[in-house]
């Protein structure tokens, strides 16, 4: 008696014989595996050990976990952290909420509906450090085109960039302007991929525009939701060329990131202490981000 193996080859009862699979399609994935290795785990492991040194271009000396100690002994080192979690916060948050509102409003039936999509995405093509450098320029306290247009209708604009308690809030509020046109568009392929049907269903039943959007479109877009604060979180916490074009990190250390404090520290010559702020934001991009994707998704899968 013989039964037929996977292959379809006959072979006796009871025995087994395992397929042999060929290496050939593996090999395939080497060079991407070359490329991985050389650009992302060989860089970040031989940061691992330099933060753990103090080290020129020339010689290292092993010092343990001091560079560390001492980066949350320094209280403008603490305080570019919490800035950091603080901007990706409030850049993500914002985002989610105009992009989904734009994203109503384009996907309705409005005049100009390409143009306007067109206009919205325009300043996620414009180079980061050239936005940051107009802003600067629109933002001066008193020569600024914005609080200019303010004190046409009487009110004194804010000092936006020279105030320490507005400064890091005015960078988040041109990285959304930025960036919303990012989330829009993701939002409007989340919102045109709904099926008609589920509209038509809630019709029938006589729910409301806002209903309609609260019980069908808000649901049903949840992976572009999931993506939209992923991609910004993910974006808020690794900042850097906005500030540093706008601010540097001023005024003092108010508008400091943790991504601008590593970059003084190596301009300061601290590459041990630099390089210890790195690992400390990997980590920190690790510990926020893995489990906030592990609960959108979780959510997600659960409807």
Excluded: C
């Amino acid at each position: 008696m013989t039964v037929l193996s996977e292959a379809g080859s006959a072979l006796p009862h009871g025995g087994s014989k395992a397929i042999r699979r060929s290496p050939y399609p593996g090999w395939f994935f080497l060079p991407a595996a070359l490329i991985y290795g050389v650009l992302f785990l060989a860089p970040t492991f031989a940061s691992l050990y330099f933060s753990l040194t103090r080290w020129t271009l020339f010689n290292s000396t092993f010092i343990g976990l001091d560079n560390f100690a001492q980066f949350f002994r320094e209280p403008f080192l603490v305080q570019g952290l919490v800035n950091t979690v603080l901007y990706a916060a409030i850049t993500s948050g914002l985002k989610v909420v105009l992009g989904m509102l734009l994203a109503l409003l384009l996907t309705s039936a409005i005049m100009g509906r390409g143009y306007l999509r067109s206009v919205v995405f325009f300043p996620v093509l414009v180079s980061t450090v050239g936005v940051g450098i107009t802003f600067t320029v629109l933002m001066h306290p008193t020569q600024g085109m914005i609080n200019d247009a303010l004190a046409l209708f009487g009110i004194k604009g804010p000092g936006w960039l020279v105030d320490p308690r507005l400064a890091l809030f005015s960078v988040a509020l041109v990285d959304v302007w930025k960036g919303v046109g990012l989330a829009t568009v993701i939002y409007i392929a989340g919102i045109v991929a709904i099926p008609k049907d589920y509209y038509e269903a809630a019709r029938i039943d006589g729910a409301t525009k806002w209903q309609n959007f609260l019980y069908v479109t808000l649901p049903l877009s949840r992976p572009a939701t999931a993506t939209v604060i992923i991609l910004s979180f993910i974006g808020g916490l690794r900042t850097f060329d906005l500030i540093w074009a706008m601010t540097r990190g001023g005024p003092g250390f108010a508008s400091d990131t943790i991504a601008s404090v590593i970059y003084k520290q190596y301009q300061a010559g601290f590459y041990g202490l630099s390089t210890a702020g790195n690992v400390v934001l990997f980590v920190l991009i690790g510990i926020l981000v893995v489990p906030l994707t592990m609960f959108l998704n979780r959510k997600q899968g659960h409807e």
